[in-house]
């Protein structure tokens, strides 16, 4: 008997990089063992020039596969060049540098990843040509009339959990036919890893009834919500003490870091961080307790508590896990150091 494993990676699309996969059959005495490097062309997903197409697929994560189920598996992988040297669009094994220098601070992530359905061109519960009512009734919404889109959403919950992910939530959001998932806390690297085999499920799930997702981070102009990942980090400090949340928390508004981060948070953030729908403005950095017009949140909790994490809500629903939990790590961490 062999077994299926859907080899899964990051592709070179510009601005925002896609997923891409395909399937190895492997023989049976595979299972266990250590999965081995693949190939694919280069040239057809921005990452290569026809005449020197190869790149590699090196695993990194593997998963039970929870939509053929039995002994198959998801294979997430990092793209390499044919001399083994990490290629251009792997942003993961910068992380890994990164997460080993400062993992004696014990850094965890949750992230709450938005997203949303489009169905025929528009998103799903917009009528053809038209606009819904206005926001207001739809986040945490329940009813036929506010809720577009349940049945994807506990498929790609129940897939999640079946895979073993870190999925810690979900909710329906702002604007019709959004919604989001959580993942973690967990470490850097598990978050990231997670998140991105958690999307392809998404995109994977949806396919099946027919319907795309997408983390565009404004999928409709106007006046409703944009789509982020609201990224939740914590040190083992920030975990025992308010000091070390306060000097996260203003680590990242020092000298060029507000511009640096936000760069690096998804294509299109000014589109999104206008400083209205729950926003501050992209170019503008600031922290508070409670407050969902600030760059970073402080949760109510926290400051009660004198401990535990910060919300950095910055990031688009389209940023790469791998690089916000970097800048954040050596960002944070590296104040925290002193
Ligand atoms: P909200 O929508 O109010 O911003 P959510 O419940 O959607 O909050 O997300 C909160 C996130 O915070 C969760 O993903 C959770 O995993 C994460 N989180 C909780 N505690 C910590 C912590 N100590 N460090 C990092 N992340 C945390
Ligand atoms: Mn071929
Ligand atoms: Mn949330
Ligand atoms: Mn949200
Ligand atoms: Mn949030």
């Known amino acids: 008997m062999s077994f299926k494993a859907e080899y899964i990676w990051i592709d070179g699309t510009e601005p925002t990089a896609k997923l891409r996969s395909k ?18 062309d280069g040239s057809s997903t921005n990452q290569a020039e026809g005449h020197a197409s190869d790149c590699v697929l090196k695993p990194v994560f593997s998963c039970p596969d929870p939509i053929r189920g039995g002994d198959d598996i998801l294979v997430l992988c990092e793209v390499y060049n044919i001399d083994m040297t990490p290629h251009e669009t792997n942003t993961r094994a910068a992380l890994v540098e990164v997460a080993e220098k400062f993992a004696a601070q014990e850094p965890i992530f949750g992230i709450e990843q938005e997203y ?29 009339d506010e809720i577009f889109g349940r049945d994807v959403v506990e498929a790609h ?9 870190a999925i810690s939530g979900i909710n329906a959001e702002v604007m019709p036919g959004q ?23 998404l995109y994977r799930t949806a396919e099946d009834f027919g319907v795309s997702a997408t983390l565009d981070p404004k999928p409709v102009k106007g006046d409703w919500n944009g789509a982020g990942a609201h990224t939740n980090f914590s040190t083992k400090a920030m975990r025992e003490t308010y000091e ?13 870091k507000p511009l640096d981060h936000v760069k690096h948070y998804g294509a299109g953030i000014d589109d999104r961080l206008t400083g209205l729908h729950e926003t501050a403005p992209w170019n503008e950095y600031s922290y508070g307790v409670s407050n969902r017009g600030a760059s970073v949140r402080i949760p109510w909790q926290v400051e009660k508590d004198g401990k535990g994490y910060i919300e950095d809500r910055r990031p688009n629903a389209n940023v790469d896990p791998y690089v916000v939990t970097r800048l954040l790590v050596d960002t944070c961490c590296s104040a925290l150091e002193k």
């Open 23 to 40: 399937t190895k059959i492997l023989a049976d005495d595979a299972k266990g063992a250590e999965l081995a490097i693949w190939g694919f």
């Open 116 to 144: 949303t359905f489009f169905k025929d061109g528009y998103p799903l519960g917009f009528p053809k040509g038209g606009f819904p009512a206005p926001q207001g009734g739809y986040y945490c919404g329940v009813g036929a």
């Open 157 to 165: 919950l129940d897939n999640c959990l079946k895979a073993g992910l």
């Open 179 to 201: 919604w989001e998932f959580q993942v973690g806390p967990v470490s850097p690297l598990e978050v990231s890893d997670h998140l991105w085999v958690a999307r392809w499920l």
């Open 244 to 256: 070390a949340i306060i000097t996260a928390a203003e680590s990242l508004g020092e000298g060029s």
